[in-house]
């Protein structure tokens, strides 16, 4: 069956780096130009898009709070995904979730507004200022 593991998070201060993975299983990268997401859940908040990528075009989303400050990138030989974020804020302080739609890949503001089929347990990332 599918199944998403993310890693990589954990506490940063203000500034800084950290990067996320996501291995995926249950499926093949390269079979098609499916969708993996990364999505984020802070306390009291509504869960949100953070950023999408298309498995075989390469395709990238970005939510406009994380442009030019995040980027995500796929190396389908090892069927995972990573979540390269700098600049950190507090306020990116969330649960991040891998996840995943194994439609063929369309617009994806599609993903951002209805989400994804498949979602990891979650990583939590913690900046302080």
């Known amino acids: 069956e599918v199944q998403l593991v993310e890693s990589g998070g954990g506490s940063v201060q203000a500034g800084g780096p950290l990067r996320l993975s996501c291995v995926a299983s249950g499926f093949t990268f390269d079979a098609d130009n499916y969708a993996i997401g990364w999505f984020r859940e802070a306390p009291g908040k509504q869960r949100e898009g953070v950023s999408v990528?298309?498995?075989?075009?390469?395709?990238?989303y970005y939510a406009d709070s994380v442009k030019g400050r995040f980027t995500v990138s796929s190396d389908n030989a090892k069927n995972t995904v990573y979540l390269q974020m700098n600049s950190l804020k507090p306020e990116d302080t969330a649960v991040y979730y891998c996840t995943a739609d194994l439609g063929t890949f369309r617009d994806g503001h599609y993903y951002f507004a209805y989400g994804m089929d498949y979602w990891g347990k979650g990583t939590l990332v913690t900046v302080s200022s």
């Open positions: 990528i298309g498995t075989r075009d390469g395709s990238t």
